[in-house]
């Protein structure tokens, strides 16, 4: 077991591809439960139906220095630890003729064996991003606009059921992203370091302080032959070529759409609503009081409706809405309450609040 102690956090790995014993381990203890903001748009919806989450490539991340190859810093690279390590990304025996290839990439200070190593390593794993906090108002705002909305999971139900509903899916983990004051580049060829992974590992988790408000826990995903970003992969078609042309050897990046995460049903203990989800004028065509809030939505508006009553059909019991509450010092802060939503017809419910 490889095991490397990084101001505070224990990053572990077991050298395997497959992350069979990968762990991150940090100060905080992980949560029973953790949540998943969305926007309202065809690909939420679709994800709350299906019961899946979306394991996402590192470069699809909206933070361009979250989890960039840039990171990885081969400086101090060998001329043979850079063939055993191209012979892995390419799998198979170089013909030994790689000096003009290394001397290449060292003058452009390695950046394409780091971004060789880094699709090869990354098109087996993907990236789930969960929050432990569901009032943290800079994370509505920035991931749901408040017209929004966000599942509350039961991690021990999601956990014990990934490889039951998922079974490409070859090992997994939750880990606790790592804040910190500035991204350090880390050498790949420390001592501590006996193979790629575990810098890799640590290069995946950690992020500046300026995110700490997201309270991110990561859930990683480990199969096989999941999509590569098509415009990463062109990032190295010119060295891909030469490499092509001294050793004979073709390389093709898989661009399936794979990154797909089911659950069961059960694992969701509560779908919060955005403060502006059910009042939207465009979907909302009359509210009025009535012993609660009559809610008539416009029926041209279809896709909205459909999934309005696809939560009231089941969800009924799991709903609560976003809305700022006055403390006893008149501060004002977010807060949820709540609600129940009584299908009167196909277009027209009856909402009611219950409690905090």
């Known amino acids: 077991m490889n095991e490397f102690e990084y101001k505070g956090f224990i990053y572990s790995s077991d050298d395997s591809i497959l992350g069979d014993k990968e762990s991150i381990k940090g100060e905080s203890c992980e949560p029973s439960k953790l949540y998943k903001y969305y926007s309202y748009n065809n690909f939420s919806i679709d994800a709350l139906r299906k019961q899946?989450?979306?394991a996402s490539h590192p470069y699809q991340f909206n933070d361009s220095m979250d989890s960039t190859w840039l990171l990885l810093n081969f400086k101090n690279i060998t001329k043979e630890t850079y063939i055993r390590l191209l012979e892995y990304c390419?799998?198979?025996?170089?013909?030994?003729?790689?000096?003009?290839?290394?001397?290449?990439?060292?003058?452009?200070?390695?950046?394409?064996?780091?971004?060789?190593?880094?699709?090869?390593?990354?098109?087996?794993?993907?990236?789930?991003?969960l929050s432990s906090n569901f009032t943290n108002n800079l994370m509505w705002?920035?991931?749901?606009?408040?017209?929004?909305?966000?599942?509350?999971?039961?991690?021990?139900?999601?956990k014990d059921n990934i490889k039951i509903l998922n079974n490409d899916i070859?090992?997994?983990?939750?880990?606790?992203?790592?804040?910190?004051?500035?991204?350090?580049?880390?050498?790949?060829?420390?001592?501590?370091?006996?193979?790629?992974?575990?810098?890799?590992?640590?290069?995946?988790?950690?992020?500046?302080n300026?995110?700490?408000?997201?309270?991110?826990?990561?859930?990683?995903?480990?199969?096989?032959?999941?999509?590569?970003?098509?415009?990463?992969?062109?990032?190295?078609?010119n060295f891909i070529e030469i490499i092509s042309q001294k050793?004979?050897?073709?390389?093709?990046f898989p661009f399936k759409n794979d990154r797909k995460v089911y659950y069961p049903k059960e694992a969701i203990k509560g779908i919060l609503l955005g403060k502006n989800f059910l009042s939207q004028d465009k979907y909302c065509k009359k509210v009025r009081n009535n012993n609660g809030t009559i809610l008539f939505f416009k029926e041209e508006e279809k896709e909205f409706i459909e999934f309005v009553n696809f939560l009231v059909d089941n969800f009924s019991d799991k709903l609560y809405h976003s809305s700022e509450y006055y403390n006893c010092d008149s501060s004002l802060e977010r807060h949820l309450v709540s609600i129940k939503l009584e299908k009167?017809?196909?277009?027209?419910?009856?909402?009611?609040k219950i409690q905090n």
């Open 247 to 252: 050793e004979d050897v073709k390389i093709d």
């Open 90 to 129: 390419l799998n198979t025996k170089t013909k030994g003729e790689v000096d003009e290839l290394f001397f290449y990439d060292k003058r452009q200070s390695f950046e394409y064996i780091r971004l060789l190593f880094y699709i090869t390593i990354s098109r087996t794993r993907g990236f789930v991003s």
């Open 170 to 208: 070859k090992n997994f983990s939750l880990t606790p992203i790592q804040y910190v004051d500035k991204l350090e580049t880390i050498d790949m060829l420390r001592e501590e370091f006996k193979s790629p992974f575990l810098p890799f590992l640590l290069a995946t988790n950690v992020k500046q």
């Open 52 to 54: 899946y989450l979306y």
């Open 210 to 237: 300026n995110w700490a408000y997201e309270n991110e826990w990561r859930l990683r995903i480990h199969k096989e032959l999941m999509d590569t970003p098509k415009d990463l992969s062109f990032a190295i078609k």
């Open 141 to 158: 705002g920035h991931y749901s606009k408040e017209t929004g909305f966000v599942i509350e999971l039961d991690m021990e139900i999601l």
């Open 344 to 352: 009167i017809d196909y277009y027209t419910f009856k909402l009611n």
